[in-house]
């Protein structure tokens, strides 16, 4: 597998190139603004890119979506409720192939209801519900901290501790992270109850 990680846009964006090799099937994750390296990024491995996988549609993750396709041709995939043109829409459990590579697809509603985590590999693209040391923001448009908490706290922190974290942000100490380091020093994947977890947001 192929992996590129590359900082974009005026948000700390991270933009994932991910592909089955070198030269092979492709999958853009996240296109943001400032998409010209990753395009360069295409271009100098020789992959195809057959999806831009959307983890959620706030205008920093979806920004470069009509580039990268008029340059690709891939097709625009995302949770079937996203508000967004998509040529695949996908729900919790569904699956995309590019080549040898296969993502699948966990949903986790809170920073929006059409967020999703994208797994792949022994990685996570997590967009912007967990970040390297936080999570995302629930005061935005369709935000919910009570779905926020179900996929936190029901959902993450039952996945495999060895899953390298890929956040749509670089906003922790270090631009990755596994899931395993998230549960021990992430401070909002500590055990509480809705109610506490609720309160904590509030704070």
């Known amino acids: 597998m192929l992996l590129d990680q590359f900082r974009v846009g005026p948000y700390l964006n991270f933009t994932y190139l991910v592909a089955d090799s070198e030269g092979g099937d492709a999958v853009v994750i996240d296109p943001s603004f400032g998409i010209e390296p990753v395009l360069r990024g295409i271009d100098s491995r020789g992959v195809k890119v057959r999806y831009i996988l959307n983890t959620h549609s706030h205008r920093d993750h979806v920004a470069g979506n ?31 192939s590019a080549g040898r590579l296969r993502v699948e697809v966990l949903h986790t509603p809170g920073h929006t209801q059409d967020s999703v985590l994208y797994l792949f590999e022994g990685h996570l693209a997590t967009g912007d519900t967990l970040f390297v040391g936080e999570c995302g923001r629930t005061d935005l448009p369709g935000g919910d901290p009570s ?29 990755t992270s596994t899931i ?24």
Do not use: C, M, W
């Open 180 to 203: 395993g380091r998230e549960k021990r020093e992430n401070f909002t994947l500590q055990p509480r109850t809705r109610e506490e977890f609720l309160q904590f947001l509030r704070e």
């Open 147 to 175: 779905e926020l908490y179900d996929s936190l706290l029901h959902r993450v922190v039952r996945l495999d501790d060895a899953l390298v974290v890929l956040p749509g942000h670089d906003y922790g100490a270090t631009p």
């Open 66 to 96: 009509d580039e990268v396709r008029s340059r690709t041709g891939a097709k625009i995939v995302a949770h079937r409720v996203a508000p967004l043109g998509q040529d695949v829409s996908v729900d919790d459990g569904d699956a995309i």
